[in-house]
């Protein structure tokens, strides 16, 4: 968790009270107050649009500005540069509950000495909805939660998981919201649970078709949650989008390492003729990839192959056709459903996916890269 945030006061305009287009124009952030390097912002300049309804992940390594960017949509936050806007109203300068935004924290945010019932009805009280609709729509999130014959204890008397899950109550509670925000909500819950209330999130999602933006390091999370998943790493968000693009077209080398298990293979090599050199092992490359690598390479570029275990090739059988390269293979494990085999190309590791009745010992090997899974990346960005 990062990002205090700051105080701030409430101006117009006003968001329209059902907006979910959330639009953010070259926003950045900084908590030191100049910048002097890139590496001074804790979100680099960003331009990015949250469609209306969607359900997104917003995924990265911890310190990579998730909580900062989650702060700055609700309000808590000020961005030093940009501007947020919902529905095309400028909303930089608003209050946070003046947004239309619920967020629900990693630890849970509710008052120990009010009954769940009181805690769940906050929100509504604070808005002013009349009692009868709080009741109802307290008794719809308990009996969602199965909070519902929690209702009438105090939360001081609640398990860490029960608690968490008013905390989320609180969250979804109001029905004029435009966005939830989720800052990493499970991580207290134990794992069947967790698994449990991910689902009621997707199911929440599909009835109310609200906009939920839901932040984790965890990609099976991610993936599992999300119909677009938006990848950050060190203040920038590298890659948006289905879990599917994810993985078949990395457009970073850090998607490809972080989504997928093992994630993808990563080669240092250098072009010449048609092909891509790892070490002394020339790959042949796909026609359009080859075109525009060699566009965009110049001698201090890096350029590194990247291809998924579970599209490269590999067997004990020689392999001569195009992509087939001869390799030692250091291992091979048997994983039950599957196996992976290791192997050394170039004096880099790699990893093939293999199937479970793949017939393969360690030893001398063929890897296939099939071209039109084979990717290439110059200084991190797919060619
Ligand atoms: P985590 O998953 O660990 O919560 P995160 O991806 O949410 O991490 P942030 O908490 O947004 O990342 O932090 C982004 C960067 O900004 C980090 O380098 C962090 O140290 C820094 N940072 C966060 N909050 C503050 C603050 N209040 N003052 C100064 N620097 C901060």
Redesign the pocket.
């Known amino acids: 968790?990062?990002?205090?945030g700051q105080p701030r006061s409430a101006a117009s305009p006003r968001p329209p009270s059902d907006v979910a287009r959330i639009e953010l124009n070259s926003l950045a952030h900084s908590?030191a107050p100049k910048v002097q390097r890139p590496g001074d912002y804790?979100l680099r300049p960003m331009n990015l649009t949250w469609q209306d309804g969607g359900a997104y992940a917003l995924l990265?390594?911890?310190?990579?500005?998730?909580?900062?960017?989650l702060n700055i949509i609700s309000g808590l936050i000020k961005p030093s540069e940009g501007q947020v806007l919902f529905d095309g109203a400028d909303v930089t300068a608003l209050a946070p509950e003046a947004r239309n935004i619920a967020q629900v924290f990693?630890f849970p945010v509710i008052y120990d000495t009010m009954s769940v019932f009181d805690n769940l009805a906050f929100p509504l009280r604070n808005r002013g909805v009349r009692g009868s609709e709080i009741k109802k729509r307290v008794q719809q999130v308990a009996e969602l939660l199965d909070l519902t014959p929690d209702l009438k204890y105090r939360a001081s008397g609640l398990s860490a998981d029960a608690k968490q899950k008013v905390s989320l109550g609180r969250g979804l509670v109001r029905s004029d919201v435009a966005a939830i925000l989720f800052?990493?909500p499970l991580t207290v819950i134990d794992p069947h649970l967790k698994w449990i209330l991910r689902s009621k999130l997707k199911q929440i999602h599909q009835e109310f078709k609200l906009t939920l933006i839901y932040?984790t390091?965890d990609q099976v999370e991610a993936l599992t949650f999300a119909d677009q998943v938006v990848v950050?790493v060190d203040?920038s968000v590298v890659q948006m989008g289905t879990p599917q693009a994810l993985f078949e077209d990395p457009a970073h080398t850090f998607v490809g390492y972080f989504i997928g298990s093992p994630g993808m293979n990563l080669l240092p090599c250098r072009l010449a003729g048609s092909a891509a050199y790892v070490g002394d092992h020339p790959v042949p490359l796909g026609a359009e990839t080859l075109a525009r690598a060699q566009q965009a390479v110049t001698p201090e570029s890096r350029v590194v192959l990247g291809i998924r275990p579970e599209f490269l090739g590999c067997s004990a059988e020689e392999n001569t056709q195009s992509g087939g390269v001869a390799a030692d293979i250091t291992a091979v494990e048997d994983l039950g459903n599957f196996k992976i085999a290791t192997a050394t190309l170039g004096g880099t590791s790699v990893k093939a996916k293999l199937s479970e009745d793949a017939l393969l010992t360690p030893g001398r090997g063929w890897l296939r890269f099939p071209p039109e899974r084979t990717k290439l990346y110059i200084d991190d960005r797919a060619v």
Do not use: I
């Open positions: 968790m990062g990002g205090s908590y804790a990265g390594p911890s310190g990579c500005g998730k909580t900062t960017l990693q800052d990493e932040v390091h950050m203040g």
